[in-house]
């Protein structure tokens, strides 16, 4: 199982937002890069990195990202989320060093994106995002409603190859009121692996995820308000505690 600390970048600061919402912001360091090393240092072997202005459709970290992708991304893989809705995008972003991307938006509005997508990069560098609020897909930084099923959108884009999920309740995230185990379970299908995102709280919410035979967890405000730290988190995903 892996565990990612999630690194969300928004006007070149590292911060979370409650539910997706851009007015529910906590701001909790300047430089993403000496966040990426600190994570690094404590034992990380991945990390989640999204660009929430590219996902949001204002303007975008591009620069800033590469920077933690070239600082870390030989040491650690680098999974990176936010506003992939081109090939060029993605090509963009694995050239990089991303170990990763994944792919939100454009798995509902483009899905021929996907095929190309892996036929390009491979099923192991490519993952897609199941944001879900009710049910429902979200998308365009979950600021709207996708119109179809969560489960719908992941039977089709594993038909078409991918082989990993990013799977996020939005009403969890950033609430700390623990993952929901049963919508990532739900998607499950032979040979995909589901890595649980949203509402993470404490070890024994990681603990969950593991037992569940889950493939990853990502936890972002749990880290940064001390309520776990990177290295407890990696011995229990490594089921040592």
Excluded: C
């Excluded at 892996?2 to 701001?27: K, M, N, S, Y």
């Excluded at 972002?220 to 089921?239: D, F, L, P, S």
């Amino acid at each position: 199982m892996l565990f990612l600390p999630a690194i969300d970048i928004r006007h070149g600061r590292v911060v979370r937002l409650a539910q997706g919402q851009a007015e529910q912001e906590t701001v909790y360091g300047d430089d993403p890069v000496a966040v990426a090393e600190q994570f690094i240092a404590e034992g990380a072997e991945w990390l989640h990195v999204v660009d929430l202005d590219r996902a949001f459709g204002e303007g975008d970290n591009a620069a800033l990202v590469q920077r933690v992708v070239a600082a870390v991304g030989t040491r650690a893989g680098v999974q990176l989320g936010g506003g992939f809705r081109s090939l060029p995008a993605i090509e963009q972003g694995l050239d990089a060093g991303a170990a990763r991307v994944v792919i939100g938006t454009a798995a509902v509005r483009d899905p021929e994106l996907v095929p190309a997508a892996l036929a390009r990069a491979g099923v192991d560098r490519v993952a897609v995002g199941i944001d879900a609020r009710e049910g429902v897909i979200a998308i365009r930084g979950w600021r709207e409603a996708g119109g179809e099923r969560a489960a719908e959108v992941a039977s089709r884009v594993v038909e078409q190859g991918v082989r990993t999920l990013v799977y996020t309740d939005v009403a969890r995230d950033g609430m700390l009121r623990g993952p929901d185990i049963g919508g990532a379970i739900g998607l499950q299908a032979p040979g995909v692996g589901i890595i649980a995102s949203g509402g993470i709280a404490s070890l024994d919410d990681l603990r969950r995820v593991r037992d569940a035979g889950l493939a990853g967890a990502i936890v972002g405000r749990a880290i940064y308000e001390g309520r776990m730290t990177v290295g407890e988190a990696v011995t229990v995903v490594k089921n040592e505690a």
